[in-house]
């Protein structure tokens, strides 16, 4: 999160990272709290071959400052990341546009019908998106257990639900956005 500004304003256009393999690729996108990200490149680097002022583009004091932070993590390729601002993340304006036709709300609503009929467990996400309603702000390990389910998985479907634009993250837990809401509340009253 204290690089989130930087990245906002464009000095920060780097990050490194160690993984097996490259988790990024030239031309793909990352939605983070800053906005939309291309990634640029993705080179595998020495720590030695690292500069000042590629540490501080990466959001760091110092070489020294990003040293330390790369020593917490040891295991695997350290990689350059190269990349820039694309704009806002889309999902923004998306959860923020409430004002629905009936077309829209039936077709968001035929959505959610088919996401659930994907899921062999059966359907879920009425039920996730009532219980966000009811518990805004609660951890998801906690709305994971209400509902009986793993944390991970649990996750993964209110990311889905983000996709739609009908709930967002907060610092702690999740709410719906006004699209959400609109959406439930036309789910409630048994036209969806």
């Known amino acids: ?81 190269a990349f820039h601002r694309a704009g806002d993340d889309p999902r923004v304006a998306l959860r923020e546009h409430a004002d629905l036709s009936p077309d829209d709300l039936a077709a968001l609503a035929a959505r959610l019908d088919r996401i659930d009929r994907a899921r062999r467990a059966g359907p879920w996400t009425r039920e996730v998106l009532e219980l966000v309603a009811e518990r805004p702000a609660v951890r998801a390990p906690e709305l994971a257990l209400k509902l009986g389910r793993e944390t991970l998985a649990f996750k993964r479907d209110v990311r889905t639900l983000k996709e739609l634009g009908l709930t967002e993250s907060l610092e702690t837990g999740y709410r719906l956005s006004p699209r959400g809401e609109v959406l439930l509340d036309y789910l409630r009253s048994g036209s969806g």
Do not use: K
């Open 1 to 81: 999160m204290r690089v989130m500004p930087g990245i906002e304003n464009g000095s920060v256009t780097l990050a490194f990272r160690r993984w097996r393999r490259p988790a990024a690729r030239p031309g793909g996108r990352q939605r983070t709290a800053a906005g939309e990200l291309t990634i640029d490149a993705v080179d595998p680097v020495e720590l030695d071959a690292i500069t000042e002022d590629e540490a501080r583009r990466a959001g760091h004091a110092d070489l020294a400052d990003l040293r330390a932070e790369l020593a917490r993590h040891p295991e695997g390729t350290l990689y350059r990341v």
